[in-house]
């Protein structure tokens, strides 16, 4: 597997606002509840201790997402935050602004958020158990020569999100036990992950 936590895609990034504490409410939610699991974190036993999992959801503006290697706080307030403004997958590009970096996955939720405008959650999580039992769970899932961060995987997500049912529930193959999970509501998007896991166990 190629290495975590590592921004493949062009950033340019500049100094910004941080979002409004309740706008990210929800986010910090279910990040928590994430992070409890496993899901989210930085813990050296997996991956040399790289931070992994990160959350966004839509705003006018593009979407706010977690900020790079924020894995391993326990909790993050709005200073953790990017704000993803602008994107080309094809130019392999993001404009982003706010007090932090995004996180090295932006691509794939700029990807969702540029296919659909039904998507304004996009969960991303590390989740080994559910991640080796997608084939077993019928769950869809990107090639496992495409990795993440990059206009490939960002392709591969869009096309099995393109006419898929929301909450859409996907493995990146060749993405070390990374799972993605997109809605409509926040609460979707986590309920529908945490059910995965348990049919997992």
């Known amino acids: 597997m190629q ?21 990210i409410r ?3 939610s279910w990040r928590t509840r994430l992070r409890a ?8 036993r997996r991956y040399g201790s790289i931070g992994f999992g990160n959350l966004s959801r839509r705003c006018p503006e593009g979407f706010w997402i977690t900020g790079t290697q924020t894995g391993e706080l326990a909790s993050l307030g709005p200073q953790h ?6 994107w080309d997958i094809d130019a392999n590009t993001v404009w982003a602004c706010g007090p932090v970096a995004p996180s090295s996955e932006s691509m794939s939720h700029a990807a969702l958020y540029d296919l659909r405008p039904d ?3 996009v969960f991303h999580a590390h ?3 559910l991640w080796k039992r997608a084939a077993e769970l019928d769950l869809p899932r990107t090639p496992a020569d495409v990795e993440y961060g990059t206009p ?4 591969a997500v869009r096309d099995i999100a393109r006419h898929a049912r929301l909450p859409v529930l996907l493995s990146m193959t060749g993405h070390e036990d990374g799972i993605l999970v997109a809605g409509q509501q926040a609460d979707d998007c986590g309920e529908t992950l945490l059910r995965a896991i348990a049919r997992a166990s």
């Open 26 to 28: 929800e986010l910090e």
């Open 81 to 86: 935050y990017s704000l993803v403004e602008r």
């Open 127 to 129: 989740l080994p158990e």
């Open 119 to 121: 998507i304004h959650w």
């Open 37 to 44: 699991i496993g899901g989210i974190g930085a813990d050296p």
């Open 152 to 155: 490939a995987m960002a392709a």
């Open 3 to 23: 290495e975590e936590g590592v921004t493949k895609f062009q950033l340019h990034w500049q100094a910004g606002d941080a979002p409004a504490p309740e706008f």
